[in-house]
């Protein structure tokens, strides 16, 4: 069984930064792809960043330039490093693989931006 455990969320200002990190545990080889997604009240869960074994990275648009994505492959941890926060990035940060033909999720992180 994989769980995932989201930290770092927060209340913080705009312009701020917040660093969210994600770990997942339980028997695990090797996990493909990891990701951040969102949730913001009253609307569907988006896709924010992913980032494949090799490193590489996709962003959404909303957030290019001002959110970086990186992984440990070693602890099998997922960051999301997010600096001049605006006011439409609250919401609930999720962290999410696919491994071994299951999706597994967090438990969600609460980023709320505001002065």
């Known amino acids: 069984q994989v769980q995932l455990v989201e930290s770092g969320g927060g209340l913080v200002q705009p312009g701020g930064s917040l660093r969210l990190s994600c770990a997942a545990s339980?028997?695990?080889?090797?996990?493909?792809?990891m990701d951040w997604y969102r949730q913001a009240p009253g609307k569907q869960r988006v896709l924010v960043a992913t980032i494949t074994l090799s490193g590489h990275s996709n962003y959404a648009d909303s957030v290019k330039g001002r959110f970086t994505i990186s992984r440990d492959n070693a602890k099998n941890t997922v960051h999301l490093q997010m600096t001049s926060l605006k006011p439409e990035d609250t919401a609930v940060y999720y962290c999410?693989?696919?491994?071994?033909?299951?999706?597994?999720w967090g438990q969600g992180t609460q980023v709320t931006v505001s002065s």
């Open positions: 999410h693989i696919n491994y071994q033909f299951s999706s597994y």
């Open positions: 339980g028997t695990i080889y090797s996990i493909s792809t």
